[in-house]
């Protein structure tokens, strides 16, 4: 097995289904990664032993997912120089705001990249364009990622536009224009 390029960290074992999103898209682009359930409460001494060793042991990207007070990534970041990417995790109390504003509120020179509350795809995306600013086959894939992501993009439009809407539409008879007779100006289509 190759030596892991990025840590993904949770606060809590219970929110591996959403960090499983990130594992998942590494392990799509042929990225090693690690998962640890490290709390930045529970366990804060195990937390900065391994950020302060991460960069040493081969890491260069680490995704941090908490909920509600999640202070996980910013501890991270505390403690190493490496990237940090947070992935708040939703709560039941608050919708998972708590956790996005305690993961992207970082004091200046302690920054945390925020992705969406759950979204740990975007995460590990982020940290293989991290990883690709120095690795040309990442580059490659991200090229290719991107192209499927527009394929997909206008296949969903071409079904949407074949069976929801009767044809072509056209503008009525009348349309653009305001009350009275001033002319209400149309956007452009480039």
Sequence with gaps: MKRPLVGILMGSDSDWPVMEQAAKTLKGFGVPCEPRVLSAHRSPELVRRYA????????????AGAGGSAHL??????????????????TKSLKG??????????????????????????????????LALSNSRL???????????VASTRKA????????????????????KAQGSRQVPRARVR
């Design 52 to 63: 302060s060793a991460a960069a040493a042991r081969g890491l260069k990207v680490l995704i």
């Design 73 to 90: 990534a910013g501890v991270l970041a505390a403690h190493t120089t490496l990237p940090v990417i947070g992935v708040p995790i939703q």
């Design 97 to 130: 705001l708590d956790s996005l504003l305690s993961t992207v509120q970082m004091p200046k020179g302690v920054p945390v990249a925020t992705v969406a509350i759950d979204n740990a795809t975007n995460a590990a995306v982020l940290a293989v364009q991290c």
């Design 139 to 149: 580059r490659r894939a991200l090229a290719v990622y991107k192209r499927r992501l």
């Design 157 to 176: 439009d071409q079904s949407l536009n074949r069976s929801r809407l009767p044809g072509p539409t056209r503008p009525r008879a009348g349309a653009g």
